[in-house]
């Protein structure tokens, strides 16, 4: 590979979806130096769209201030909506199989619960060892309250699940899986329709989690015969900070699905307000509270530039910047004592890549100081993200570049060793 | 009482939060009729600050589009620092006692699980009668999860629960009380400390739903020995549609409570990604996933002006603007066959009224399309919540007006008997 900054700007010529960065604010607007911040965590919170203050606008200052409680008419549909948006656009799922509601966690538990539910007499809970935290609480926590038994599958923390790890942890006492599709922290790629045979075999369900995978790679649920999935919309689907999260019931299987907190958005007849709970039909029965209107609509705006630009070209993409990414880092960073802690193989990553250095956390500092914006993972991993639908490969040049003469330097060295609560 | 429109703006003249009228936005903006709408639906959904837009604005283009992920330096504390506003400004709480957090029903059955937890031995859950179907189905719902039993008490659905009808209902195996503290459809307010008191004495905790009294009446939690209560923003908090709920927990609860749902959020050290769940000490473990920053900003903006007019003073004018749509009530619709539906002594109402009319959906689509905004409550009833912060006197005299006109003319009797899904 050729890793001159030429070569990374001819790669941008002949981008496809160059012409969606000019769609997103934020990318070069700092005035003191209009090349910056590189932005390298889209996978932890995706850029603002430009139309999204415009569309906020529209709700708050039209809808809320004007329309007043009449609006709800068109808020009501609007879970619903921008579900099938996802459905269709990002998800590869048909209409009525998606639903925008709660946030990742809470979806999770809903259909966790609703899960082990449909799977009377299995008193096993499988999650993956050094899954995201929050997949693994919940499994935990849904086990203890149901007193089952969780069995964690271990998993390399760089390479990811092996199949055949999981395959063997399978058997007539496992009620459901909980597995991300693409790991969090080493951007490792799951085989959707693989696991989802083979628990299915065992006569499991697997929930997915498509936090790190929906808008960065094609997950085609319908086509892998999944089940159940959930997922973040404020990552690579750009719905902003906090943005609720969706829920994915495949079609056949609604019907012998509860959920189990009983709110009244997931009634039958909603407003006839009726003195017993009887779950509606189709997906909203996993609808719970209120709907976040101003939320879901940002979540709107986000995901139909995904779906405009196609998951598959922006998994082409992603694949080739993470490409740029590994090859630039063997080249330049490797020297230092960077290590690759990513699968090297991009056919089995998502569109993050993970470098690990026992200086991680004083790295990232460092970059982050100088205009480069990567994530931390604790302990000693600097996780990159170029979110392939305004991340330009010369951006992922400048920012090794950086990265290199971090580590040249010595730069890092004057920063803290340790964490604060918050960065 | 003088009934004449002088009279009501001779009170206008004289009320101490006139001026907060101006801190809201589309009063009187309706360029073809300045006087419309006539809004008396705030306890559905409140009307929209005037500062809402430029906050949310701040938080999408600045601290979004430009800050990216480095802005959750602050995003991560807003969760409980609007908490603290509206302990200290509007429930009469505690800092540290109060979390922004997921929806009125998910918060509902996190504290209710809770609680039941904490009461191990008792196998009963007590929910009122035409109590908000969310919180009649949240009970059932847990209940039927843990094979406890719904004790369902009866209550007047106009003059709500009677005091001695709940004692009575109280024994050994009573676990939790869920409990409306203004009744959703009749405005019925209970007595908050005698009923936690009550409860306490037969062993059993008291689980408020504030949400038709949060902004409308001093509920006092503090004062009033309550353990735990949940409600809405979007109501008199004016938090927009959908907005986040809040819960409360008593400080020396706290502790001995864990929620069911266990998300990353409420881990001790979150961003460690420890290996087991652990809650953070505080309210802080009844947060589950990442929080929503935009709507969480906009209950801000909400709960800040209901803590600067004070909650007494709120309190002071509902109950008045109540006792003129109660006398109007009398004197002009009880003839064309409209009964209160409301307990008729003030101190026994929150901040809405409820009429009674067998014709009331076709009252409430009459009265909408003449610019009067109430709110159709299944199956006759015409509900007026007409929000001290931004409604006048002359606003309750004129909607009534037209309320009389409709019925003196028969104008509502073209429409729709019948309820469509959505209104």
Same mark, same amino acid.
């Given at each position: @590979?050729?890793?001159?900054r030429?070569?990374a700007?001819?790669?941008?010529?002949?981008?496809?979806?160059?012409?969606?960065?000019?769609?997103?604010?934020?990318?070069?607007?700092?005035?003191?130096?209009?090349?910056?911040?590189?932005?390298?965590?889209?996978?932890?919170?995706?850029? @603002?769209?430009?139309?999204?203050?415009?569309?906020?606008?529209? +709700? !708050?200052?039209?809808?809320?201030?004007?329309?007043?409680?009449r609006?709800?008419?068109?808020?009501?549909?609007?879970?619903?909506?921008?579900?099938?948006?996802?459905?269709?656009?990002v998800l590869?799922?048909?209409?009525?199989?998606?639903?925008?509601?709660?946030?990742?966690?809470?979806?999770? =538990?809903?259909?966790?619960?609703?899960?082990?539910?449909?799977?009377?007499?299995?008193?096993?809970?499988?999650?993956?060892?050094?899954?995201?935290?929050?997949?693994? =609480?919940?499994v935990?926590?849904?086990?203890?309250?149901?007193?089952?038994?969780?069995?964690?599958?271990?998993?390399?923390?760089?390479?990811?699940?092996?199949?055949?790890?999981?395959?063997?942890?399978?058997?007539?006492?496992?009620?459901?899986? #909980?597995?991300?599709?693409?790991?969090?922290?080493?951007?490792?790629?799951? $085989? #959707?329709?693989? #696991?989802?045979?083979?628990?299915?075999?065992?006569?499991?369900? +697997?929930?997915w989690?498509?936090?790190?995978?929906?808008?960065?790679?094609? /997950?085609? %649920?319908?086509?892998?015969?999944?089940?159940?999935?959930?997922?973040?919309?404020?990552?690579?689907?750009?719905?902003?900070?906090?943005?609720?999260a969706?829920?994915?019931?495949?079609?056949?299987?609604?019907?012998?699905?509860?959920?189990?907190?009983?709110g009244?958005? *997931?009634?039958? $007849?909603?407003?006839? @307000?009726?003195?017993?709970?009887?779950?509606?039909?189709g997906i909203?029965?996993?609808?719970?509270?209120?709907?976040?209107?101003?939320?879901?609509?940002? !979540?709107?705006? *986000?995901?139909?530039?995904?779906?405009?630009?196609?998951?598959?070209?922006?998994? !082409?993409?992603?694949?080739?910047?993470?490409?740029?990414?590994?090859?630039?880092?063997?080249?330049?960073?490797?020297p230092?004592?960077?290590?690759?802690?990513?699968?090297?193989?991009?056919?089995?990553?998502?569109?993050?890549?993970?470098?690990?250095?026992p200086?991680?956390?004083?790295?990232?500092?460092? %970059?982050?100081?100088?205009? #480069?914006?990567?994530?931390?993972r604790?302990?000693?991993?600097?996780?990159? *993200?170029?979110?392939?639908?305004?991340?330009?490969?010369?951006? +992922?040049?400048?920012?090794?570049?950086?990265?290199?003469?971090? %580590?040249?330097?010595?730069?890092?060295?004057?920063?803290p060793?340790?964490?604060?609560? /918050?960065?």
């Amino acid at each position: @590979m050729d890793l001159t900054r030429a070569a990374a700007e001819a790669l941008d010529a002949a981008d496809p979806l160059a012409g969606f960065r000019a769609r997103f604010a934020g990318a070069g607007d700092d005035a003191s130096d209009p090349t910056r911040p590189l932005y390298l965590d889209g996978n932890s919170l995706g850029r @603002m769209p430009v139309e999204t203050p415009a569309a906020l606008a529209r +709700v !708050v200052e039209e809808e809320w201030a004007r329309g007043l409680v009449r609006s709800w008419s068109s808020w009501i549909g609007a879970a619903t909506r921008v579900g099938d948006l996802l459905a269709e656009g990002v998800l590869g799922a048909r209409p009525g199989e998606v639903l925008v509601a709660d946030s990742t966690t809470v979806d999770l =538990y809903k259909l966790l619960v609703a899960a082990a539910d449909a799977r009377p007499g299995r008193d096993v809970l499988v999650c993956v060892a050094d899954d995201f935290p929050t997949d693994r =609480y919940v499994v935990a926590g849904v086990a203890q309250a149901r007193g089952m038994t969780v069995r964690e599958v271990p998993a390399d923390i760089d390479q990811g699940l092996d199949p055949a790890v999981l395959a063997a942890a399978l058997d007539e006492r496992v009620a459901v899986v #909980v597995l991300s599709a693409v790991a969090y922290r080493s951007g490792a790629l799951a $085989d #959707v329709a693989a #696991v989802t045979a083979t628990a299915r075999e065992a006569g499991g369900l +697997v929930l997915w989690d498509l936090s790190h995978a929906a808008g960065a790679v094609p /997950v085609d %649920l319908t086509a892998n015969g999944a089940d159940l999935a959930v997922g973040c919309t404020y990552k690579y689907l750009n719905g902003g900070p906090g943005a609720p999260a969706f829920l994915y019931v495949r079609r056949e299987l609604q019907e012998q699905l509860r959920q189990p907190i009983w709110g009244w958005f *997931g009634q039958r $007849d909603q407003f006839a @307000m009726g003195p017993a709970y009887d779950p509606a039909p189709g997906i909203e029965r996993f609808a719970v509270g209120t709907p976040p209107v101003l939320a879901t609509v940002a !979540v709107e705006v *986000g995901a139909r530039l995904v779906a405009e630009a196609g998951v598959e070209r922006l998994a !082409v993409k992603g694949r080739a910047l993470g490409e740029l990414v590994v090859a630039l880092a063997d080249a330049w960073l490797a020297p230092h004592g960077v290590a690759l802690a990513s699968p090297r193989d991009p056919a089995r990553r998502g569109s993050h890549v993970t470098l690990a250095h026992p200086d991680a956390w004083q790295l990232t500092q460092a %970059l982050v100081d100088r205009g #480069v914006v990567p994530d931390f993972r604790t302990p000693d991993r600097v996780r990159l *993200g170029p979110a392939p639908l305004y991340t330009r490969f010369v951006d +992922v040049w400048d920012a090794m570049d950086c990265f290199r003469e971090v %580590l040249a330097s010595g730069a890092h060295e004057g920063y803290p060793t340790v964490r604060a609560r /918050v960065t």
